[in-house]
């Protein structure tokens, strides 16, 4: 897997070697620019913006000129005139909380009418209903209401929300339109027919009109475009700045036009800085392409990522380390190796952190207590960040870090000739602030990453990962049998994960929605029939094509629900491009004489998998469902089970581009094999020993000998421990 042949077209091998020319070309100018930013000769003219001027200045000739300062100031208060603007989507919005005020009560109905039940139950009832508080008074009030009493509360809940739900609402005029609800309740009403409209008809209101931010765009960028041009003319000796007053940046503009701020680079500061910069693109350059480059050079985006992280770090060290005062020691290096830790691996950070700590050493005064400092945090909060899926680990490996900065201190200090116990605590307390907000920064770093480039965050791991989330429940509605699959493979992937020291996370939650696409056309797929094959009707293509479609049909559900991209690859790799075999060979057995089948109607289109995390849900969902068909009843059964189909893969290319080693394909085999070991530790059903099983046990035992459809892209595979087999 590791030493295959590149078959890639030309233009592509051009095209992605091109991006990692791309890649050290940007970021080389990139550090060059940034570090060189301060390196100029300042004119006689020192002033900056907010801070008061020192002397009187004044122009020295006359000039005139447009003012951008007055023209975009005047824009941005001509776009700040223009109210947002908002929309109605219809009347759907009403028509559907009427619908939910019908379905509310219909339940309550049946509550109502449960005479078996207690009141303790029947208020539980009410107090469960999803989206809707039932306090415990307004639920008895409901359940001693009579009939009639009943049906005027119906009435009046459905009347008060219809109305309300006609109006413009707003998000931020919610609370508002509650209130009025309440008011709104009929003055007829006894207490307890008030206590329960005056409860539950707020809670049906919610907004009918929406920001419209293109709408708003527009009006504002043609207020914008409205505005006129700003001339401004300067007459000679005419005083641009007072002393004492505080600089605007009008003062500035004209002081450019006027030429009195131009300043010239020291070309061989520039150099330097050039050459050092260069040097650490190059290293790290060639790491990535020894370590990388086989798996990631597809993705253009974990380049992209990469030279965005360094860049904007480049310039938060040009702003903080080389300034003067304690934000030297509040560069965040820490943050920004935890986010590459997590990101890439381990010792692709560790040799960022040292590579990039050493520029910033060289660049900046006290360079070698300022590399230490920076290369020592960012290395202990890699090697303390063991486990990313919790937020309160990047907080330990900050807190590493910031001992890890305080230890530094201590070791340039310590061995001064005189030393300044209290300033030496003073920038140790701003050491420990700078590990607090280096995990901060890392958790802001992969929301801002997560939504700028698609990455997936351990913050959207969890949330993705709740099973009460509206797609996974959407699938338990329509395909309990595929949702019951998925969880399955979810357990057995990550398992396996845990062996190789993958993602766990990222693959349990890719394994949950990796066959979302199934929700469109449940009965087509084994898990969710129920004794009728509704393929036995069918000719194998259209067959292939509907088994095939749930790709693409998960494709589209996971853009709808804006899963992230990492996720997205789950559904799109899970397959590979293996043939649907059942339907082909099936094809090919109903062929006329002389008639070819193409073979390329019956694969999936791929891609195969293209990182460790997707080739391990490949193989977890095919070993799953086969397993689940034959019921494997012994050691050797699993064993010949798990050992044909991860064979069966590797022989066809399946993995080649996976990244997986052989070492961890045989860590795979091993966790799978245990895993259905456990699953399917029963014994098997014998004719004679029904006696000796009970009723549960029978029915387990039955289901080991139970015959049930193979997935569509597995063949027959014979588990008989004859050794003739």
């Not at 223009?82 to 109605?88: G, K």
Request: hydrophobic residues 45%; charged residues 20%; contains cysteine.
């Amino acid at each position: 897997m590791t030493a295959q042949t590149d078959e890639r077209p030309r233009w592509r091998k051009l095209l992605q070697s091109s991006l990692l020319w791309a890649f050290a070309t940007i970021v080389t100018l990139g550090l060059t620019i940034i570090f060189s930013f301060n390196l100029v000769t300042a004119s006689d003219v020192q002033v900056r913006p907010g801070e008061p001027a020192n002397e009187d200045i004044l122009a020295p000739r006359s000039v005139n000129y447009e003012s951008e300062v007055l023209l975009n100031s005047a824009r941005e208060n001509a776009r700040a005139s223009v109210q947002e603007q908002y929309t109605r989507d219809g009347n759907d919005i009403g028509r559907n909380q009427l619908n939910l005020v019908n379905a509310v009560f219909s339940f309550a109905d049946v509550v109502r009418a449960d005479t078996l039940a207690t009141k303790e139950t029947q208020l539980s009832y009410l107090q469960a209903i999803q989206g809707l508080t039932v306090q415990e008074r307004v639920g008895l009030d409901l359940l001693e209401l009579t009939a009639a009493d009943y049906d005027v509360v119906k009435r009046e809940v459905s009347r008060i929300v219809g109305d309300l739900m006609r109006q413009d609402i707003r998000e931020n005029q919610i609370r508002d339109y509650q209130i009025i609800a309440r008011r709104e309740a009929s003055l007829e009403l006894t207490a307890k027919q008030e206590n329960v409209v005056t409860n539950l008809a707020p809670q049906f209101i919610v907004p009918t009109v929406f920001p419209d931010p293109e709408a708003t765009a527009v009006l504002r960028d043609a207020a914008a475009e409205s505005v006129g041009t700003f001339p401004v003319s300067i007459a000679n000796n005419e005083r641009i700045v007072r002393q004492g007053d505080i600089v605007t940046a009008l003062d500035i503009e004209k002081l450019t036009q006027l030429g009195l701020l131009q300043s010239q680079l020291d070309w061989r500061d520039v150099a330097a800085i050039f050459v050092a910069s260069l040097l650490s693109v190059v290293l790290i350059t060639m790491y990535w392409h020894q370590f990388f480059w086989p798996r990631e050079r597809n993705n253009g985006r974990a380049l992209t990522v990469l030279a965005s992280l360094i860049l904007v770090f480049a310039a938060i060290a040009k702003l903080m380390i080389t300034g003067a005062g304690f934000l030297t020691y509040m560069f965040p290096m820490a943050a920004l190796s935890m986010l590459l830790s997590v990101i890439y691996d381990v010792r692709f950070s560790i040799a960022i952190t040292i590579i990039l700590a050493a520029l910033i050493g060289f660049l900046t005064p006290n360079s070698l207590e300022l590399a230490a400092y920076s290369a020592v945090g960012g290395l202990l909060a890699i090697l303390t960040l063991q486990d990313a899926q919790r937020i309160n680990a990047f907080f330990r490996a900050g807190f590493a870090a910031a001992i890890g900065y305080c230890a530094i201190i201590l070791v340039f200090r310590l061995n001064q000739d005189t030393i300044d116990v209290i300033n030496m605590l003073e920038i140790m307390g701003y050491a420990v602030v700078n590990g607090v907000l280096s995990a901060a920064l890392t958790l802001v770093g992969f929301f801002i990453l997560g939504s700028l480039f698609g990455l997936t965050t351990t913050l959207q791991l969890q949330e993705l990962a709740r099973l009460d989330h509206p797609l996974l429940q959407e699938l338990l509605r329509r395909a309990p049998g595929t949702y019951h699959h998925s969880i399955m493979v979810a357990n057995l992937a990550e398992q396996a994960a845990e062996k190789i020291k993958a993602n766990s996370a990222l693959i349990r939650v890719g394994a949950f929605y990796h066959d979302i696409g199934k929700m469109n056309r449940p009965p087509f797929y084994s898990e969710n029939q129920e004794g009728v094959n509704p393929h036995d009707a069918l000719d194998p293509l259209t067959s292939a094509r509907i088994i095939l479609s749930h790709v693409t049909d998960g494709l589209e559900l996971a853009k709808r629900y804006k899963l992230p991209y990492r996720i997205r690859q789950f559904i799109a790799e899970h397959h590979g491009t293996r043939l649907v075999k059942g339907f082909y060979y099936k094809a090919v057995e109903q062929a006329a004489e002389g008639e070819v089948v193409d073979a390329e109607k019956f694969r999936y289109p791929g891609s195969r998998p293209r990182s460790r995390e997707t080739g391990v849900v490949m193989l977890a969902d095919v070993i799953e469902s086969t397993s689940r068909a034959l019921q494997p009843n012994s050691e050797k059964a699993i064993e010949k089970l798990v050992n044909s189909l991860i064979d069966e893969d590797l022989t066809e290319g399946q993995l080649d581009e996976s990244g997986l080693t052989l070492g961890d394909i045989r860590l795979i085999r091993e966790s799978f094999i245990k895993t259905l070991k456990g699953r399917f530790h029963v014994r098997v059903k014998y004719p004679g020993n029904d006696e000796l099983l009970s009723v549960d046990e029978q029915a387990v035992a039955g289901t080991a000998v139970a015959p049930t459809r193979l997935p569509a892209d597995v063949l027959p595979i014979q588990l008989s421990e004859d050794p003739s087999s």
